[in-house]
C-alpha cells in the first residue's frame, strides 16, 4: 500500500529541520517496506513570498490528498507586519481547521539522558511520560458570538463564548480513551465544573463515554488542580484530556517539564486519522541557517505518523529508540548542551539518527 505525505517546511528552521526528517521517513520507508511517495508545498511567510498568501489553494489541495503531512514552523520577523490576513500563523489554524483536525495529541517524555535539563527535581521528572489530548478546534477559542463592543454607558468589553456540543466532547474523549487503551490504562479529565457549566457537560460526557472503556480508569480534575499536580507530581498522570484553552496552557507546562523545546512532536488529527505532524516549536529565528536546531521534535513527529496515520507501529518504535541511541551515545544540539556531552549541529544529529537506525539493523542480523 503506498502513502502520500506532504512535506511543508514554512519558514527560518522549518527548511532545516524537514531535510532531516525526510532522510529518516527514507530509510524506515525502505526498512518496513512502505511505499511512501512524499510532495513538498509551501506554507506561512515562504507561500507569502511566492505566491502572496500563506496557504495557496494548491497546498491545500495536496493537504487533502495526503496521508499525512510533516510539518515545520511558520512565521519570524519577516513577516511580523504583515496585514493579520496574510500572517504565516493564519496559514496554519487555516489548513489545521480545513482538515478538520479536532484532536492535538502531545506527549511530554523525559529522556532519561535529558534529566538535569527539567526545571524540576530529577526524581520528580525521571521516567515521566504524558500524553495531553487537548481539543483544538472548539471550545472558547472558536466559540460566537465573541468580539469587543462598547455598551451603552461607553465602556468596552470584551467577550468569548466557552461552548462544546455533546458530540465535540464525545469525539475527543473517545480519542484519548483509545490512547489510553494503547498506554497505561489511564485518562484524567481536566475542567472547571465547578464554575462553567460548558464542562459540567464535558464532565457528564466523559463520565458516559467512560462505560465503553471498562478496562480505561477515568479521573477528573478542575484545571487549577492539574496545572498545580503537573509541577508537583506529574507522573501520576498517563492520559490527560481537556478542551481547547486549557489544553494549550497545560500542554505547555508539560513541555517544558521535559527541558527543552527541540525534543517535543506533536500531532493533529482528524476522523479519518489523518493528521498533520509537527514539532511543539516556533520557527526560531534567532538560530536559523546556522546548522544549530535541534531536528530531533521533527524527528520524532515522523514516529508520530508512523504510528498514528500510516500503521506502522514498528517504524515509529524504531525512530524512538533511535533517538535514546544518539542521547545515549552524548550528541547535543546546542539547546540540549551539558557538560561532557560532544557538541553537533542539525545535520550531524539527523545524520546520526540515520546511523543509529541503520545499527538496529545491522544488530538484529
Ligand atoms: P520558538 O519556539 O520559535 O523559539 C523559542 C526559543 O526556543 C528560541 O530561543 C529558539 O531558538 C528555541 N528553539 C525553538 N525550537 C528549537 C529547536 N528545534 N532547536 C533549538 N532551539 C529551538 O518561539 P518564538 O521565538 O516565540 O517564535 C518564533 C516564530 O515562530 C514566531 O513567528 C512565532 O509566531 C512562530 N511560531 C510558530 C509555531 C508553529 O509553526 N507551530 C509555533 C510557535 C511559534
Redo the contacts with the bound molecule.
Keep these: 500500500m503506498s502513502h502520500n505525505v506532504l512535506l511543508l517546511p514554512?519558514?527560518?528552521?522549518?527548511q532545516e529541520?524537514i531535510p532531516e526528517a525526510e532522510k529518516v521517513l527514507a530509510v524506515v520507508a525502505t526498512r518496513f517496506g512502505l511505499d511512501i511517495r512524499t510532495e513538498r508545498g509551501l506554507i506561512?511567510g515562504a507561500a507569502v513570498d511566492a505566491e502572496g498568501f500563506p496557504l495557496p489553494a494548491s497546498t491545500l489541495e495536496k493537504a487533502r490528498a495526503a496521508d499525512a503531512v510533516l510539518?515545520?514552523?511558520?512565521?519570524?520577523?519577516a513577516?511580523?507586519n504583515l496585514d493579520r490576513d496574510l500572517r504565516?500563523?493564519k496559514g496554519?489554524l487555516r489548513i489545521r481547521s480545513e482538515l478538520g483536525l479536532f484532536g492535538n495529541l502531545r506527549p511530554a517524555i523525559m529522556y532519561p539522558q535529558l534529566v538535569d535539563a527539567s526545571s524540576l527535581k530529577p526524581e520528580l521528572v525521571s521516567g515521566l511520560d504524558i500524553l495531553i489530548v487537548r481539543e483544538l478546534t472548539g471550545g472558547i477559542y472558536f466559540g460566537q458570538p465573541r468580539g469587543i463592543r462598547e455598551r451603552e454607558d461607553g465602556e468596552r468589553e470584551g467577550f468569548n463564548t466557552y461552548i462544546y456540543s455533546e458530540s465535540e466532547i464525545r469525539r475527543i474523549a473517545r480519542l484519548a480513551f483509545e490512547m489510553a487503551r494503547k498506554r497505561n490504562g489511564r485518562v484524567c479529565s481536566v475542567d472547571k465544573a465547578n464554575v462553567l457549566e460548558a464542562t459540567v457537560l464535558w464532565r457528564e460526557v466523559v463520565t458516559e463515554l467512560a462505560q465503553d472503556y471498562p478496562d480505561v480508569e477515568l479521573e477528573h480534575m478542575y484545571v487549577d488542580n492539574a496545572a498545580m499536580q503537573l509541577v508537583r507530581a506529574p507522573k501520576q498522570f498517563d492520559v490527560m484530556v481537556t478542551g481547547n484553552m486549557f489544553g494549550d496552557i497545560l500542554s505547555d507546562a508539560a513541555a517544558m517539564l521535559t527541558g527543552?523545546?527541540?525534543m517535543l512532536p506533536s500531532a493533529s488529527l482528524n476522523e479519518k486519522g489523518e493528521g498533520i505532524y509537527?514539532?511543539?516549536?516556533?520557527?526560531?529565528?534567532?538560530?536559523a541557517g546556522q546548522d544549530?536546531?535541534?531536528?530531533?521534535?521533527?524527528i520524532l513527529s515522523v514516529a508520530m505518523m508512523l504510528r498514528y496515520s500510516l500503521d506502522c507501529a514498528a517504524g515509529a518504535d524504531a525512530i524512538e529508540a533511535a533517538v535514546g541511541t544518539v542521547l545515549d551515545q552524548g550528541l547535543r544540539?546546542?539547546?540540549i548542551a551539558s557538560d561532557g556531552c560532544q557538541p553537533v549541529g542539525t545535520v550531524a544529529m539527523g545524520d546520526a539518527v540515520v546511523a543509529a537506525l541503520n545499527a538496529q539493523v545491522n544488530d538484529n542480523e
Excluded: F, R, W
Excluded at 544549530?292 to 521533527?298: E, F
Design positions: 514554512g519558514d527560518y528552521i522549518g529541520i506561512g510539518l515545520g514552523a511558520v512565521g519570524g520577523p513577516y511580523d504565516p500563523e496554519l527543552s523545546i527541540g509537527e514539532p511543539c516549536h516556533g520557527s526560531a529565528p534567532d538560530i544549530k536546531a535541534n531536528p530531533l521534535a521533527m544540539t546546542p539547546d
